[in-house]
């Protein structure tokens, strides 16, 4: 296991929080070895590869069942929307929770979660929360109460 892997066992991120997209690099799952190097628990997102093939599942090619669980991505690449209904659909259908990155305005936070994202990263939490409570999607922490 490579220094990295170490890190992120002794920090106890195989609960099934999400590991940064390169994960499988980083930690040495990709090169070969077992991806369940670190824990059957360990939630990971792919890199551009698995994103690229699940975007095209959206457009009908064939992909088999991912071995990811989530994707972590930005709303679009290069000027090219990631996420849209296709890749939702193809999201939904594999099984694949799709979070999206950095979102700040609220009207696209608006269009995200009406097409059915599964969690967005904001600089903004302020106004992401209130827009969920607007909505009546608001779930406190219970551990907060």
């Given amino acids: 296991m490579r220094p990295g892997g170490c890190a992120l066992g002794r920090c106890d991120h195989t609960d099934g929080r999400c590991g940064p997209g390169l994960c499988r690099v980083v930690f040495g799952c990709a090169d070969g070895g077992d991806p369940g190097l670190l824990g059957p628990d360990l939630c990971w997102s792919p890199a551009h590869a698995g994103v690229g093939a699940l975007w095209l599942a959206g457009f009908g090619l064939p992909l088999p069942h991912p071995d990811f669980a989530v994707v972590q991505v930005p709303p679009m690449y290069r000027g090219i929307p990631v996420v849209a209904r296709r890749f939702m659909a193809a999201a939904t259908r594999l099984g694949v929770d799709v979070q999206v990155w950095t979102v700040n305005e609220p009207d696209q936070m608006v269009h995200l979660l009406d097409i059915g994202v ?22 406190p922490d219970p551990s907060r109460a």
Wanted: no cysteine; hydrophobic share 45%.
């Fill in 118 to 139: 599964g969690a967005i990263m904001t600089d903004w939490p302020r106004v992401l929360r209130d827009l969920l409570q607007a909505r009546g999607q608001w779930q």
